[in-house]
T-cell receptor, first 111, second 110 residues
Framework: DTEVTQTPKHLVMGMTNKKSLKCEQH?????MYWYKQKAKKPPELMFV???????INESVPSRFSPECPNSSLLNLHLHALQPEDSALYLC??????????FGPGTRLLVL | QKEVEQDPGPLSVPEGAIVSLNCTYS??????FMWYRQYSRKGPELLMY????GNKEDGRFTAQVDKSSKYISLFIRDSQPSDSATYLC??????????FGTGTRLKVLA
């Protein structure tokens, strides 16, 4: 099973809201990722967790806050977002630095 | 110069054609090479993975890596309308940073 699941599929939020995106994998992968993807662009790396520790933060604004409660779960907490943050948010996982598997994404609209 | 270059297309081919998709790269440290297929408004789906140089075949798909030329290819045989999607190449030097090409939009016409 090479499945990464993400919830919710769609999210609409106002600029003052707080919301969370969730990601889960049961492949025993030790690395989990958050990407942001705008239309007609490749995925853009935001964060990487390796063995449940944050190993890469690509200078992402603090209104995005990642959390890795355990090796199977990854959250992205959102607060005070801007309309330009509207995008497809993708979670991915990999066993160390090999093949990376993506989830279906959460389509976020910030009003 | 970008680390990974990929022709954005769109590339239109008739059904049944052989499709060739390519990426060039500049970082000789890249060792892990992947091809993803992404349908509109969906997450990327891993199609092929190659470590270092060589060829790999899976059904109608063949991936080639030429490290001496810093060039990777994905061939799709007997293309189908369902293959219409954006194809992304991605590569890594063994860190957690995967560098993506911009993606090539493919249309297979019935």
């Amino acid at each position: 099973d090479t499945e990464v699941t993400q919830t919710p599929k769609h999210l609409v939020m106002g600029m003052t809201n707080k919301k969370s995106l969730k990601c889960e994998q049961h492949m025993g992968h030790r690395a989990m990722y958050w990407y942001k993807q705008k239309a007609k662009k490749p995925p853009e790396l935001m964060f990487v967790y390796s063995y449940e520790k944050l190993s890469i933060n690509e200078s992402v604004p603090s209104r995005f806050s990642p959390e890795c409660p355990n090796s199977s779960l990854l959250n992205l907490h959102l607060h005070a977002l801007q309309p330009e943050d509207s995008a497809l948010y993708l979670c991915a996982s990999s066993q160390d630095v090999g093949t990376q598997y993506f989830g279906p994404g959460t389509r976020l609209l910030v009003l | 110069q970008k680390e990974v270059e990929q022709d954005p297309g769109p590339l239109s081919v008739p059904e049944g054609a052989i499709v060739s998709l390519n990426c060039t790269y500049s970082n000789s440290a890249f060792q892990y090479f992947m091809w993803y297929r992404q349908y509109s408004r969906k997450g990327p789906e891993l199609l092929m993975y190659t470590y270092s140089s060589g060829n790999k075949e899976d059904g109608r798909f063949t991936a080639q890596v030429d490290k001496s030329s810093k060039y990777i290819s994905l061939f799709i045989r007997d293309s189908q309308p369902s293959d219409s999607a954006t194809y992304l190449c991605a590569m890594s030097s063994g860190t957690y940073k995967y560098i993506f090409g911009t993606g090539t939009r493919l249309k297979v016409l019935a």
